[in-house]
């Protein structure tokens, strides 16, 4: 191989090595840019909830809307195909289950600040927030349904938040907007989100009630 060559890999070499030097730089500034603009969205959910001791998988889907109300304060309506869903208002938690026709209510007014976190977490959060409040890796660029991610890998700083989670895993499209969310608890079990077909954008607050039937029964915990 020539001199010329030699050096011209090397320059090569190199320059891929200070672009991937320079990709956090570039995942954090993205996720920052989209902080700023986003104030909701709309998109197909595929929930899957890992069971450590059985290994078993629990799979559910359907159509999942975020509304950012406040810069630290998020809304959220889950609506399952088979029937039944989940709404966060800001201060009750609802999960409604359609063969049952009952509502469980809790109140989490004194967890406001850790569920509005974690609801944030890929939709709102800048990358200083992210930082505050979890040790951040990158990890790398992988494919995530069909389409190229950047992965950040979270692990909580807070002693009372790592005894719910252990860690969060966050896959972020070009546009800053996560596309993938795992949360890993202590005993193994784990939440995986995958967000398809989305739509950025506000809307109005009643979209984000749960519909229910007159014969429903409530049950506040």
Known sequence: MSRSIKLGVFALALAGLMHAADTPDVVFSRIDAAAKSFKGMTANLTDTEHTALVNSDDVNKGVVKYLRVKPNSVRALITWNEGGGLEYNGKEGKIYNAKTKTVDVGNLSSRQNTVNEYLLLGFGATSEELKA????????E????GQPTWH???IPKSPDNARTLKQADLWYGQNGIVVQQKLLSPSGDYRNFLYTDMKLG???EKDL???LPKDVTIQKH
């Open 152 to 154: 950040l890998r979270l």
């Open 133 to 140: 409040s979890y040790n951040v890796t990158y990890v790398g």
């Open 202 to 204: 506000p809307m109005p």
């Open 142 to 145: 992988e494919n995530v349904a």
């Open 209 to 211: 009630e749960l519909k």
